[in-house]
């Protein structure tokens, strides 16, 4: 970072007009969708992965695959279905002529890999992607291989009441920095969407960021100072989701079967740095960690059947929260 720019102040500065710039370059493609972009980008700057829910046709693949142009990231797309396999994703172990094991890399090897429709497949499966989530390499055969960076897993979701689909065990679903939830678009953005994909046009997306600029700006989104009151803020906000704990709120000891643990606490924190320099802000305020919260606790929270019998939200409930 220093020998780009001469302070952090200069790079916070470059991050937030790059930050813009792909907004742009973004919205040639994706229209309509200015939220979940900005938790995209944010996940990216973070060091975080993104899980994108919604039901099939909304853009969740395209979505991806623009990022990964817009941000020139090698980037391999999985397609989870019921028979996939672990070393499908990580690679496997062959036999050369030399009649010596070689091991061949999987798609996993990537900046950018899109697991689609990731609770397609068996948990089994779903487990492979554990390990390279959280520590960035895969084990085989008793051999460690580091992945390349930077490194994000961009999964898709079908709603679970679809059929054929298999709940994310909640130690992966923790992995996630963000459940990004994606929503029919409004009428006008889709008669946008209308003639924009049935013309004979296709838009070309522009390069704006490289790997090396990436981890420069994930290592200053670090770097930013971040006051007490909003650390404990952070803190406290997941504290009331721990139902039966000191702090826990009255609805959420009726209405919740478990709350956020401590990697909810880190990833607000994070997520509020990154959205401060995102909008030209140099420290993040309590206003940058409620900004992020939604998306960090809605798959932290469990509701128990009383919440359940009465139709109460996960949503509702963290929006109460904050």
């Given at each position: ?72 990231l ?8 019921p ?35 990731i ?25 460690r ?77 670090r ?13 406290g ?62 798959h ?23």
């Open positions: 970072m220093s020998q780009k720019f001469s302070s952090d102040k200069e790079a916070a500065d470059a991050l937030a007009q790059s930050y813009r710039t792909l907004r742009q370059e973004i919205g040639k493609v994706i229209i309509g969708q200015d939220e979940v972009v900005r938790l995209m980008l944010t996940a990216v700057f973070s060091q975080g992965h993104a899980l994108l829910v919604g039901v099939p046709g909304l853009a969740k693949t395209l979505l991806v695959q623009t990022i990964s142009n817009a941000l020139d090698s980037f391999n797309r999985i397609q989870f279905t028979d996939l396999m672990p070393s499908d994703i990580v690679g496997s172990e062959t036999l050369n002529q030399q009649r010596e094991f070689h091991f061949v890399k999987g798609p996993i090897f990537a900046n950018i890999i899109l697991a689609d429709e609770n397609r497949t068996p948990p089994k499966t779903q487990a492979a992607l554990l390990e390279a989530m959280q520590e960035h390499a895969v084990t085989v055969a008793g051999q291989y580091q992945l390349p960076r930077p490194f994000f897993v961009l999964a898709t979701q079908n709603p679970i009441e679809q059929e054929g689909t298999y709940p994310l065990p909640e130690a992966q679903l923790d992995r996630f920095m963000f459940n990004i939830t994606l929503d029919y678009p409004s009428y006008e953005a889709e008669l946008q969407i209308v003639k924009n994909t049935t013309a004979d046009i296709r838009p070309t997306v522009q390069k704006i960021l490289h790997a090396d600029e990436i981890e420069a700006f994930q290592h200053l989104v770097r930013v100072p971040v006051t007490d009151n909003v650390i404990e803020y952070a803190v906000l997941v504290h009331k989701t721990r139902p039966g704990g000191p702090r826990a709120t009255q609805r959420a000891t009726q209405l919740l079967e478990w709350g956020a643990g401590p990697r909810a606490s880190q990833h607000l924190i994070v997520g509020a740095k990154c959205n401060a320099l995102l909008n030209g802000k140099y420290s993040p305020d309590i206003e940058d960690v409620r900004a992020v919260a939604p998306a960090i606790l809605r932290r929270i469990v509701r128990n059947f009383k919440a359940e019998a009465e139709g109460v939200s996960v949503d509702q409930l963290v929006q109460e929260l904050l």
